[in-house]
């Protein structure tokens, strides 16, 4: 008996306090939904942001699994990360949480200030529950080192992908079926106010104040700008072109740039009756006769930048609710959100390359000028040529991946947008789901359904392509 209550006495001392649970990565994935909206975040840089704080949280948990195992050598670039020391004991959650940390400070960096005091106080609120958990401070040190050098590893790696290299020159093309800008000054500016700043210029788009005839002592004094070196949280101008090198940065998962081709578009033509015409004149009377149904539709996967977490955070959002709704432990939350937020990130390069590869008008532009002029849209039509669909494209590797994970004709709640004033949706599937992403777009007036069409294809590609590549299972 004495050998016994020494035994115990031992492992109360090792720290091996319960497991935390599965709201240990949802607070955090509700976080990150948060922090792109808060820092307005353009599609493609929220869908970056989340695929890395995603592999953070992932190898936190991963670290002494019997079932995950470490991403490294299965994403591109990531050859190694720090290992723990198999005699020694961690606590997962707070190797997660010092590694996500560590990712988010990185990345988010010169961003608002607001962020970083919502990332610290969120730390430091999830520490005090491991140390009431029972965590001892031995384990607690082992654990938060080892999650600082994972954080920094991977914070490394993503100054390796091409983000920072990734400004290219683009000039407006001449020609008929060339992109043009479609959004005004006036949308802009009332796109671009938030509680994080009061005033905002075109040549400024972070929100940084300037002395002169826009602002004044006031706006000034009650702003809170971004830095004027905000690299990693760059501000949006829906007047000029969005991210038009986005497509050379280095894929997570895709081998190569070429993996998931996308077809070409319909020929360009002005001539009524034409296969694009008809693409065009298909959307201009939808837009005439938008039922209320179909406006709804459009409104919640909308997913405005500044005002939401933006497409790629409206599945994370999904994620977080499934965690919930499907009471699944956080290994399965971290392999999903991991899985999912790689694949919605490879989807956007690939479609950012489609796009200003082909360079092609939008409905509003060719509707306007071939058919109506005075046609308007439901939604404001985002800065970037229109083949292919983002939504479309992203929502279906969304869609393939946890279709994979979790099976089809699975019915979940989206609950992503209650604070907009959307209820609750009953979904029947996650492909069920992405096929009504594509298509409100449409309804929109935002896309041609050769964009949905063709996003669709490339999207099930990259979600197909990650997972049969990275194996997240011992």
């Known amino acids: 008996m004495k050998k016994l209550a020494v035994v115990i006495a031992l492992a109360a001392g090792c720290g091996r306090a319960p497991e935390a649970d599965v709201g240990f990565v949802t607070k955090w994935t509700e976080t990150h939904y948060a922090l792109i909206r808060a820092e307005r975040l353009s599609p493609p840089v929220a869908a970056r942001l989340t695929a890395y704080a995603a592999v953070a949280l992932y190898e936190g948990w991963a670290v002494g699994s019997d079932s995950l195992r470490s991403l490294a050598g299965e994403l591109n670039g990531l050859d190694s990360l720090p290992k723990p020391d198999r005699r020694m004991h961690y606590d997962r959650a707070l190797v997660a949480l010092e590694a996500q940390t560590v990712v988010l400070r990185r990345l988010v960096q010169g961003g608002f200030a607001s962020t970083g005091v919502k990332i610290t106080a969120l730390r430091d609120s999830l520490l005090a529950i491991r140390r009431a958990a029972g965590i001892d401070a031995d384990t607690e040190r082992r654990s938060l080192d080892l999650g600082q050098a994972i954080g920094q590893s991977i914070a490394q790696w993503s100054e390796r992908d091409g983000f920072a290299e990734r400004a290219v020159t683009y000039a407006v093309g001449a020609k008929p079926e060339s992109w043009v800008p479609t959004a005004t000054e006036a949308q802009f500016r009332s796109q671009s106010l938030s509680a994080q700043s009061d005033v905002v210029v075109l040549d400024d788009p972070t929100g940084k ?23 990693n949280t760059p501000g949006i101008n829906p007047t000029v072109a969005l991210e038009p090198g986005w497509g050379a940065l280095r894929h997570f998962a895709l081998a190569e740039a070429g993996q998931c081709p996308v077809a070409p578009p319909v020929p360009f033509s002005p001539r009524p009756g034409s296969p694009f015409y008809q693409q065009a004149h298909e959307i201009y009377e939808m837009g005439r006769n938008l039922t209320d149904g179909q406006k709804k539709i459009a409104y919640f996967w909308a997913d405005n930048s500044g005002e939401s977490g933006t497409p790629a955070g409206h599945w994370m959002s999904v994620i977080a609710g499934l965690a919930m709704q499907w009471t699944l432990s956080p290994e399965r939350a971290v392999e999903a959100y991991a899985l999912t937020s790689i694949a919605v990130a490879d989807a956007f390069i690939g479609c950012w390359r489609a796009k200003f590869a082909t360079d092609l008008l939008r409905p509003v532009t060719y509707i306007q000028r071939y058919i109506d002029p005075k046609w308007q849209t439901l939604l404001n039509t985002p800065p970037f040529p229109t083949y292919t669909s983002g939504h479309s494209t992203q929502s279906a590797a969304a869609a393939e991946v946890l279709t ?37 777009r449409w309804y929109g007036g935002i896309h041609y359904r050769m964009d949905h069409d063709a996003g669709r294809v490339q999207g099930e590609c990259i979600g197909r392509a990650v997972l049969a590549r990275v194996k997240t299972r011992r």
């Open 404 to 440: 994979g994970l979790f099976g089809d004709n699975r019915p979940y709640d989206d609950a992503t947008h209650i604070t907009l004033g959307h209820p609750v949706k009953r979904l029947a599937s996650f492909r069920a789901a992405a096929e009504e992403a594509g298509h409100s």
């Open 209 to 231: 104040g300037k002395s002169g005839a826009l602002t004044g002592e006031r706006s000034l004094t009650l702003n809170r700008p971004k830095t004027a070196q905000a690299v």
